[in-house]
């Protein structure tokens, strides 16, 4: 196991642990994305400074998939932006880990997100507003698949298309699940990586899980200046590593209990290595 494969494990762990001792999360999502900020946060893609989170140099990340804040929380702990064990506070009175990311109190946070469909929407105002600044910075967006469903993903697909904002990066957490179930069965997307072709942006597909082809699609999305938006359509397992939850639409909202909680932090471990 590589270096940043084994911080994507051990950001998973985090996940399971402050879900189970909040209670409530969401782990599904948020484990079939730490690879992606994995390659973000730790692979040399974004320029970030967690000892300056105001820095007017950074790259920009917006998390348009809300829900999956524990992922963020555990990238943005990782990376030193705040102390680890502040990941079990989530969700508790009185912490500012939310169970949706509130950039007015978590450093790190741009945009406080939740509401499905309006990520990409304020990634591609800011892409805009770096762009009319002759900023050189990129932002980048995380989506869900099932929030594809909503329409105005697609209005923002357009405008930042007809803006030729090529400074804007949207990855795709194509899990192929959601609250409810298969997305094909809850209203299909259908090929996400052609119909964002269609609008005219640049679309790379991976495989969500493999690390170095996810650093290597992001940097090549983010130095192509080619005058449009770049779209990265990366292959998921929901609920990866974790052997009662992958490809299981049950654990899209629901917490493990205590014996759960030990049997996934188990699958975790032996992804590891660990105690052999």
Same mark, same amino acid.
Request: glycine fraction near 12%; aromatic fraction near 6%; proline fraction near 4%.
């Given at each position: 196991?590589?270096?940043?494969?084994?911080?994507?494990?051990?950001?998973?762990?985090?996940?399971?642990?402050?879900?189970?001792?909040?209670?409530?999360?969401?782990?599904?999502?948020?484990? =079939?994305?730490?690879? *992606?900020?994995?390659?973000?946060?730790?692979?040399?893609? #974004?320029?970030?400074?967690?000892?300056?989170?105001?820095?007017?140099?950074?790259?920009?990340?917006?998390?348009?998939?809300? &829900?999956?804040?524990?992922?963020?929380?555990?990238?943005?702990?990782?990376?030193?932006?705040?102390?680890?064990?502040?990941? #079990?506070?989530?969700?508790?009175?009185?912490?500012?880990?939310?169970?949706?990311?509130? =950039?007015?109190?978590?450093?790190?946070?741009?945009?406080?997100?939740? =509401?499905?469909?309006?990520?990409?929407?304020?990634?591609?105002?800011?892409?805009?507003?770096?762009?009319?600044?002759?900023?050189?910075?990129?932002?980048?967006?995380?989506?869900?698949?099932?929030?594809?469903?909503?329409?105005?993903?697609?209005?923002?697909? #357009?405008?930042?298309? &007809?803006?030729?904002?090529?400074?804007?990066?949207?990855?795709?957490?194509?899990?192929?699940?959601?609250?409810?179930?298969?997305?094909?069965?809850?209203?299909?997307?259908?090929?996400?990586?052609?119909?964002?072709?269609?609008?005219?942006?640049?679309?790379?597909?991976?495989?969500? &899980?493999?690390?170095?082809?996810?650093?290597?699609?992001?940097?090549?999305?983010?130095?192509?200046?080619?005058?449009?938006?770049?779209? *990265?359509?990366?292959?998921?397992?929901?609920?990866?590593?974790?052997?009662?939850?992958?490809?299981?639409?049950?654990? &899209?909202?629901?917490?493990?209990?205590? +014996?759960?909680?030990?049997?996934?932090?188990?699958?975790?471990?032996?992804?590891?290595?660990?105690? +052999?």
């Amino acid at each position: 196991m590589t270096e940043l494969e084994r911080r994507a494990n051990e950001m998973r762990a985090d996940i399971v642990r402050m879900i189970a001792e909040a209670g409530s999360g969401h782990p599904g999502g948020s484990l =079939s994305c730490a690879d *992606i900020l994995t390659a973000l946060y730790f692979g040399g893609v #974004m320029e970030h400074d967690p000892a300056n989170p105001q820095w007017e140099g950074r790259d920009r990340f917006v998390l348009a998939k809300g &829900h999956a804040a524990p992922a963020l929380y555990a990238a943005l702990a990782h990376a030193g932006y705040f102390p680890r064990e502040e990941l #079990m506070t989530l969700r508790k009175l009185g912490s500012r880990l939310q169970g949706h990311p509130d =950039s007015n109190q978590v450093p790190g946070v741009e945009v406080s997100t939740g =509401s499905l469909g309006q990520g990409l929407s304020v990634a591609a105002g800011m892409a805009a507003g770096l762009a009319l600044d002759g900023r050189p910075q990129t932002v980048f967006a995380l989506l869900g698949d099932g929030e594809c469903q909503e329409g105005q993903v697609w209005e923002a697909a #357009m405008f930042a298309a &007809h803006r030729g904002l090529d400074n804007l990066v949207a990855v795709v957490d194509r899990n192929c699940l959601q609250i409810d179930g298969n997305t094909a069965d809850v209203c299909d997307p259908g090929d996400i990586a052609q119909k964002l072709a269609a609008f005219g942006w640049a679309v790379r597909e991976t495989d969500g &899980h493999d690390i170095p082809a996810l650093v290597e699609a992001l940097s090549a999305a983010k130095a192509d200046r080619g005058g449009k938006p770049h779209a *990265i359509v990366a292959r998921t397992v929901k609920g990866k590593g974790v052997s009662f939850m992958e490809n299981q639409a049950g654990w &899209h909202g629901k917490a493990p209990n205590a +014996e759960q909680t030990q049997i996934a932090l188990a699958d975790l471990a032996a992804l590891s290595g660990e105690g +052999e």
